[in-house]
Each structure stands twice: as C-alpha cells, then as structure tokens.
C-alpha cells in the first residue's frame, strides 16, 4: 500500500466539502436540506472508511462503495435542483469524488 497517495484523496474529500458548503449556503433553504445533511453524514461516514484503508479487510472497497453512493447523492440534488448557477459546484463535486476513487486505487495497488 502507499499511504502518501491517501493524502490525494483526503485534499479531494477537503474540496468536495468545500464546494457541499458553498452548495449548502446558495440553496433556498440553507442549512436544512434533509438531503445535503444525508450527503454532509455520508462524507463523514466516507472519511472513517479511508483512514482505516490498509488496516482493515475491505477497507478500500468501502470507501469507493460510499464515494459512488455520494455521487448518486448528488445526482438527485443536481436534478432537484432550482437554479443553473450551481451547476459547476455539481461538477466540481463529482470530480473531487472521481480523484478519491482513483487515488484510493491507487494507494492499494488497484489503479487504472
């Protein structure tokens, strides 16, 4: 395993909780869309997976398992969605989830 590549994905989970912030700040309802909390707790839950990757069976696995799940997540947002303006956020977030994956990936040996 290299563990140094882990620091890629944790930087792309950083972002990706920035841009869930600003995302959180410009809804209608700031703070209090039951489905950005849902997606607030699934990056938590995300970020224990992946400092347990190498440590635990299954581990990496685990964390992809929740970063696809946060992408369909998105999804729904994206297409609930009442206003274009944030559209690059979506895209943001969904790349910052693809470089978690690849970097994950990559720190087990799995890399493409």
Known sequence: MKPEVLDDAKRALDDFEKALAKLDAGCCDPG?????QALAESLAASRVA?????????????????????????????????TE???????R?????????IAVSRAVGQGH
């Open 93 to 101: 977030m969904l790349e910052d989830l693809t470089d978690t994956q």
């Open 32 to 36: 209090r869309s039951p489905r950005m």
């Open 85 to 91: 303006k944030r559209m690059p956020l979506y895209a």
């Open 50 to 82: 992946l400092d347990q990757v190498g440590g635990a069976p299954g581990s990496a696995e685990a964390v992809i398992a929740a970063i696809e799940d946060m992408g369909a997540q998105i999804g729904r947002l994206q297409v609930g969605c009442c």
